[in-house]
């Protein structure tokens, strides 16, 4: 049986987490949590939508909390493990942290339809090659740009020097080339210490 989580630990251990979650996301999370019995699987269903709550998610289930021998990518056995409880907390908490403006939304829409794309494009292909790690796939292709919303937080003229960086990408300038020159950083930088942060098995976040 899992242990749940107090509302004051989930906040400490989401310390350093700041991709915010999808807004509708979140109001079917705020719905289903509402039902006289919470559908985890529901639950997981739509959290596996979102890049900041999945990262969230998997950042707590691999704490030293929990104490896990591995590490593990899958939001279906994450939220099994944490229990409802602890998965609502995480979902208030998200919600208290995930405040945006309307066009910081409008700029994150890009970035939250290409996420879920390439996470079952990549869940897609896993199966099709017979992979036995497709739910590290989805995480993978989910979580492959989740500098992007922090670098757009960070840096307020972010965007503009993003799409800058797309239309003139080639053998000889790459998007993270613009983002140096720009910010001294880069999207794909920030990735990587995000995921590390959310204690992802290292091969993911080496990738």
């Known amino acids: ?16 987490i700041s991709v915010p979650p999808q807004p509708q996301i979140m109001v079917d999370l705020q719905m289903e949590q509402y039902m006289p019995d919470p559908d985890l699987g529901a639950i997981a269903r739509l959290i596996a939508q979102d890049p900041g709550l999945s990262g969230a998610l998997l950042k707590i289930v691999n704490s030293a909390h929990y104490g896990l021998s591995n590490k593990i990518a899958s939001i279906d056995k994450a939220v099994n493990l944490l229990g409802s409880r602890t ?55 989910l979580f492959h740009d989740c500098g992007i919303p922090l670098m757009l937080k960070r840096f307020p003229n972010y965007m503009p020097v993003l799409e800058d960086a797309y239309a003139n990408a080639g053998p000889e300038r790459r998007i993270v080339d613009t983002e140096n020159n720009a910010f001294d950083t880069n ?21």
């Open 1 to 16: 049986m899992s242990e749940e989580l107090t509302s004051e630990q989930i906040q400490i251990a989401l310390q350093g």
């Open 87 to 141: 998965v609502i907390n995480l979902i208030n908490a998200q919600s208290i942290r995930g405040e945006m403006t309307d066009e910081t939304i409008v700029a994150l829409n890009r970035f939250w339809d290409t996420a879920q794309d390439v996470a079952m494009t990549s869940l897609t292909l896993a199966k099709r090659i017979g992979s036995q790690t497709v739910d590290e796939s989805y995480a993978l292709g």
């Open 187 to 207: 999207h794909s930088v920030v990735g990587y210490y995000t995921a590390k942060s959310w204690r992802l098995p290292a091969h993911i976040t080496d990738a």
